[in-house]
């Protein structure tokens, strides 16, 4: 599989939109970008609303191709490896990623992650909360101005989360999930708490190679889970 894909390249920018996804469709080309400053109709995962004021976060889809042979699942965490390299990059913060598909900073969800799979194509939808301030965003959500005390520029987080979301892109499409792992298996955010999924609970032990989280429920006995919404102690 050679070369690399340029993420931005086109990149299409629209002031308001329903949701960034509606502006890609599979026939583009792979790495073309949708970007918005607003969003009426924000998706998150599992049927979710995802909302932003105006201007005060990155709002983007990305249109990827990846080989058939990589399981969709794992994208959500590439791009969490790819979102978190940024951020630590540009704040000197450590960050972490909670599974599924949740980067995390100073313990608030700063981002989210969505992948959909459209006509041998993958949306990536990717939300950053760079400027909200506090009483702008819903509990146990942060953004980068509240980790760090200041605003942020937009473009300057998007070209990064770009740049290092390729190379993580990259990285995966050549060599699986055990090929970023370095930037997942030591920012597991859920790892020893006590999380409950789909009615399991138990304490969380890691993220496998391949892209599962084992939580052990007691006795020497554990569970993989491949999908669900976590639930978790502070
Ligand atoms: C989640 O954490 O539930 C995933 C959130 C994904 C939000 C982004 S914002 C850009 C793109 N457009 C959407 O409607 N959703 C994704």
Redesign the pocket.
């Known amino acids: 599989m050679p070369g690399t894909v340029k993420l931005g390249d086109p990149l299409i920018h629209v002031e308001s939109c ?4 509606a502006l890609l469709d599979p026939s583009m080309a792979e790495g073309t970008v949708a970007l ?1 400053d607003f ?1 009426t ?6 049927g ?1 609303t ?1 909302e ?1 004021p105006p201007r005060a ?1 990155v ?3 990305i249109l990827l191709k990846p080989p058939a042979e990589r399981p969709l699942p794992q994208l959500a965490l590439v791009a969490g490896v790819g979102v978190a390299d940024a951020l630590e990059r540009l704040t000197g913060l450590s960050v972490q990623i909670k599974w599924p ?2 980067v995390m900073l100073r313990r608030a ?1 700063v ?4 992948a959909e799979a459209h006509d041998g194509a993958v949306m990536l ?3 950053v909360n760079v400027n909200q301030s506090r009483d702008e965003l819903p509990e146990r959500a942060g953004s980068i101005r509240t980790a760090t005390g200041r605003e942020w520029d937009r473009d300057e987080v998007l070209d990064a989360v770009l740049a290092d979301l390729g190379v993580r892109y990259d990285q995966w499409r050549e060599g699986g999930l055990d090929a970023v792992y370095d930037g997942l298996g030591s920012r597991d955010f859920l790892r020893g708490r006590t999380v409950t999924v789909d009615g399991t609970t138990g304490t969380a032990e890691l993220i496998d190679r391949d892209g599962r989280l084992r939580v052990s429920t007691g006795h020497g006995e554990s569970v993989v889970i491949e999908s669900g919404e976590v639930q978790y102690e502070r």
């Open positions: 329903r949701s960034t996804q918005a969003q109709a924000g998706r998150g995962r599992l979710r995802w932003a976060a709002l983007a889809s598909n949740d969800k981002a989210g992650v969505l939808g990717i939300g």
